[in-house]
């Protein structure tokens, strides 16, 4: 059952971007949760989480993240678990320019109250820029920058 519920708290947490649900995205998080979003970015508490969401949402004029795969290992009994899972965006800033990110979501979970939640989330990006893909690419194995 764990499984699932780890698939509905990243679906929750997409569906919340795609409609700019604050209320909707911000219970997905745990009170003392981290986000990490690279270059310096990393917040705690969930009213920091909460205030860099609504700064960054401003800057554009719609998003569309959707969940492509992922997995997660769940300690039941310690109410503990990891897991990555990977996104696709397609976003389009508030000054017209339209983008692309590729990414995943290195996860921490915890189970508080008998529901679970983001303990951290740490995005990594693999690719971000022009829809056409001709910004820099990082992967995993080959280091950044491997194609542009």
């Not at 990555?84 to 389009?92: D, F």
Request: charged share 25%; glycine share 10%.
């Amino acid at each position: 059952m764990s499984r699932d519920d780890i698939e509905d708290l990243v679906h929750d947490y997409a569906d919340a971007v795609v409609h700019r649900n604050g209320e909707q995205w911000i219970s997905t998080w745990d009170a003392n949760a981290v986000w990490e979003l690279g270059k310096g970015r990393r917040v705690e508490g969930k009213d920091a989480i909460f205030e860099l969401w609504n700064n960054a949402m401003d800057g554009f004029n719609a998003v569309v993240q959707n969940v492509l795969n992922g997995k997660c290992d769940l300690d039941e009994v310690a109410g503990t678990g990891s897991g990555r899972w990977y996104i696709i965006e397609h976003t389009y800033r508030a000054n017209g320019d339209k983008g692309v990110l590729l990414a995943y979501y290195n996860d921490l979970y915890v189970r508080t109250d008998g529901k679970w939640l983001f303990a951290s989330r740490e995005l990594v990006v693999q690719y971000g820029g022009p829809v056409d893909m001709s910004g820099p690419f990082h992967n995993a194995w080959a280091g950044p920058d491997v194609a542009s």
